[in-house]
């Protein structure tokens, strides 16, 4: 290979319109040449419209105008998730972003609210959370440059339209140079002295050609299954759900500052509370549920009038076995499906694009770069399946079939040796480059009722009284923090409220 200066990404969307852009805007003045190829008659997934807080980065990253995205994409702001129904029925609890409380005596927080607890004490988790409280009380406010408080800093994400998101990309992306191919792939030629991919060839006759290629064309795998068979692990032994529908309905009188996931008979459903719309979805699993008797369900359990019918996904949850292989690399759903449990879709299109960027070669594929970033890549999503599989497993309901049968699924060894450490005295390790930190494990083992049997031996130093004094602090300093927030509604109406949407006739999504 004579040097790879061609970058070809086969599909649109949120995952080839993220990538397009960072590539366009990051290796602008390179020397690289980056096509996308996208069909105005293949429809995208686009129910990732809840995000966590490293999208901000990104922004930052794309030097993109935060109000400025937040009206062009019909977005609202994010400090956690709200699980309902998961531990029990008539159960709530929040996943909130940010960290509990300040560490003291060189240990985390969470050790000294189960002293706390243990020894009597009646302070919820809830109240030393700064983005738990906004949620809770509906209020939210960016961070100021002047905010001098002693607490960690308030950490927030988006929920958006992910159509109005891939636009907004597309735009940013062609302004950097970005060149847009409309056309289906229907064939792809392989090198046949190494099997690398040479170009692939559009409906209309045209052939394309790259050095490089980013398989951005979801499920389907164009390049990385279909032509290279990569190969894929089924994950469905500990995350049974197969199916989702997706619909919109009409926005919420108040426009909460977080998304809501209830648990169903035989699933979840999740509410993403946008500017001009409420989105909605049915994520289940097909062997204890109908996709007729779903979407009765989810139809009747929306917060308002639907604007559309539901439109159905199908899916396996896993990973496939090589996201980069030859001279290809799978983003998106091309690389992998994990339920959007916990907004994690656009993330890993996300941290994708980061590693590729840094690991992308000059001259030629590295076997040794490729293996790093395979490796890489399955670190990341066992790390974030355990996760999902801790919601599934950590739970006191039996009241149906699919809830017996999750009770009964055999955890992961990796997320069976996190659990048996916070069980034996509250550790939670989290190494550098897991998504979920110390404080979101705390937070779900102790929303769904995973309680340790002891604590750090740090945790014990200070004595009962000034313990108490100190928590009685830190939670006073949360409550006046969130107390001079403004409605989640009110700030967006100052700052950045989005034009209204015109009105859409009734469609499928």
Request: with cysteine; charged share 20%.
């Amino acid at each position: 290979m004579q040097g790879i200066k061609r970058i070809l990404i086969v599909g649109g969307g949120t995952a080839g319109w993220m990538t397009a852009a960072a590539f366009g805007k990051l290796l602008a003045g390179a020397g690289y040449t980056i096509e996308l190829i996208e069909s105005d008659e293949i429809g995208t997934v686009g129910v990732g419209e809840a995000t966590i807080p490293p999208i901000v980065d990104f922004n930052r990253t794309m030097q993109i105008d935060e109000t400025d995205f937040i009206r062009s994409t019909q977005a609202s702001f994010k400090l956690a998730i709200e699980f309902v129904d998961w531990t029990r029925l008539g159960h709530s609890y929040i996943h909130p972003f940010g960290a509990y409380g300040v560490p003291m005596q060189g240990v985390y927080f969470h050790h000294f609210w189960l002293r706390h607890r243990a020894q009597g004490g009646t302070l919820s988790h809830d109240l030393f959370n700064s983005s738990t409280m906004a949620a809770r009380a509906g209020r939210f406010a960016r961070p100021g440059p002047n905010d001098r408080s002693p607490l960690p800093p308030l950490a927030y994400a988006y929920h958006f339209d992910a159509g109005l998101y891939a636009a907004f990309l597309r735009r940013l992306a062609e302004a950097s140079g970005v060149r847009r191919l409309e056309g289906k792939v229907v064939d792809v030629k392989l090198r046949g002295e190494d099997g690398f991919i040479e170009s692939v060839t559009l409906n209309d006759g045209r052939v394309v050609a790259a050095d490089f290629f980013i398989d951005c064309s979801g499920f389907r795998g164009l390049l990385i299954e279909q032509a290279l068979h990569a190969g894929y692990e089924d994950w469905r032994e500990w995350l049974p759900c197969d199916r989702a529908l997706a619909v919109p309905c009409e926005r919420m009188p108040a426009t909460t500052p977080f998304t809501r996931s209830t648990a169903r008979e035989s699933g979840w459903q999740w509410r993403i509370p946008l500017q001009h719309r409420t989105g909605n979805g049915y994520v289940y699993c097909s062997e204890y549920l109908g996709d007729d008797q779903a979407a009765s369900q989810l139809l009747s359990r929306l917060d308002g009038a639907t604007s559309a019918t539901p439109r159905p996904l199908r899916f396996i949850a896993g990973r496939r076995k090589e996201c980069w292989k030859n001279n290809c690399v799978a983003i998106g759903l091309a690389s992998g499906f994990l339920e959007p449990l916990e907004s994690t879709s656009i993330h890993l299109i996300q941290t994708a694009i980061a590693k590729l960027l840094f690991m992308l070669p000059r001259e030629r594929v590295d076997p040794a770069v490729v293996q790093k970033y395979n490796d890489m890549l399955r670190i990341e999503l066992e790390e974030i399946r355990d996760f999902l599989v801790l919601h599934y497993t950590a739970t006191e309901r039996d009241d149906t079939p699919f809830w017996r049968h999750c009770r009964a699924i055999r955890k992961p060894d990796s997320l069976q040796q996190r659990w048996e450490m916070y069980q034996s005295n509250a550790v939670i390790l989290a190494p550098p480059g897991d998504l979920f930190r110390e404080s979101s494990w705390f937070a779900v083992f102790t929303g769904q009722g995973v309680l340790p049997r002891s604590w750090h031996p740090a945790a014990d130093i200070p004595a009962g009284e000034e313990l108490e004094r100190r928590l009685q602090l830190i939670s006073g300093d949360v409550q006046k923090r969130v107390q001079a927030f403004p409605t989640h509604d009110e700030y967006i109406r100052a700052n950045c409220a989005a034009p209204p949407m015109p009105a859409m006739p009734m469609k499928a999504m």
